[in-house]
């Protein structure tokens, strides 16, 4: 069995319901889980690396407040929780700028059981995994996350930025070509770059994707909701891409989809 995780990046308390149930309705309704990497209090004036506007903050509909805590948009909470579909993954504090990167190691601490706090406030399982805005960690603070967490989702890791004890098992990663592997008892998780974007070629992305999952023990891709409803109306064909990805994946009886947490509480071998 090969296993893949769909990793949806950004739901906040700006996120309307009906983008996400627009995207994932018919993997829920497949009964295919769905993880959602979500900012527990965003800001409301995040940028990117150009300094415009994050696009999750389209439709923040002009709220002036700096920071908005995922329990205040009380729909969107009602709607994640009737859907056990969905798993919440911890995303940051406020998704500043490459936040987990900047941010001084003693604030670390602070901001990850803030974020915590936030997603329990608003209801939710404590998460179990976490995802650093724009997948950026410094030493320092990657240290401090896996102290607080037992998975961390990222694109890859660098040796410099890795806590000094971490060396050994990352040279056995490389050294066996391992995509996933342990730093004490924390797993860490790789993926093959954002598969699922409007800014990639379909076609291109479509055979990726099946190059991946079908040669690889565990895939983890990622998707930013946000996309898909990037000039304010949805893009048709970048959604029916997804849906077909999903339908490819639910159809293949080699595939499971699973959560995060699927890793902690079952057996599965990842190839690790």
């Known amino acids: 069995m090969r296993y893949v995780i769909i990793r949806d990046d950004d739901t906040n308390a700006a996120t309307p319901v ?5 995207l994932y309705r018919p993997a829920l ?6 993880n959602l990497a979500t900012i527990p209090e965003v800001s409301l004036d995040a940028r990117n690396g150009d300094g415009d506007l994050e696009g999750f903050l389209r439709f923040k509909n002009g709220s002036i407040k700096p920071t908005l805590p995922i329990a205040s ?7 994640l929780r009737d859907n056990p579909g969905y798993e919440i993954v911890q995303h940051g504090l406020h998704h500043d700028y490459r936040e987990f990167e900047r941010m001084p190691a003693e604030s670390a601490d602070d901001a990850l059981m803030r974020g915590t706090e936030c997603l329990r406030e608003a209801g939710f399982d404590q998460p179990k995994t976490f995802v ?15 102290q607080h967490f037992p ?5 890859w890791y660098e040796l410099e930025r890795l806590p000094r004890a971490w060396w050994p098992a990352y040279a056995w990663k490389k050294l ?3 995509d996933h592997w342990h730093a004490g008892h924390t797993l860490l998780l790789t993926h093959p770059g954002c598969l699922l974007s409007c800014f990639r070629n379909f076609n291109a992305s479509s055979d990726l994707i099946r190059k991946h ?20 109306t949805p893009d048709e064909p970048f959604i029916a891409f997804l849906h077909e990805t999903i339908d490819v994946l639910a159809t293949n009886p080699e595939i499971e989809v699973i959560r995060f947490s699927d890793l902690l509480s079952r057996n599965l071998d990842i190839g690790i």
């Open 18 to 22: 009906d983008c996400l149930d627009r």
């Open 29 to 34: 309704d497949r009964g295919l889980p769905v």
């Open 73 to 79: 948009n009380q729909k969107l909470v009602d709607y």
């Open 132 to 146: 650093a805005p724009h997948d950026k960690f410094s030493c320092a603070t990657l240290a401090r996350v896996a």
């Open 151 to 155: 998975i961390v989702s990222s694109g």
């Open 176 to 178: 066996t070509r391992s």
């Open 213 to 232: 999952v079908s040669t690889q023990k565990l895939t983890v891709l990622v998707t930013h909701w946000w996309e898909y409803f990037r000039n304010g």
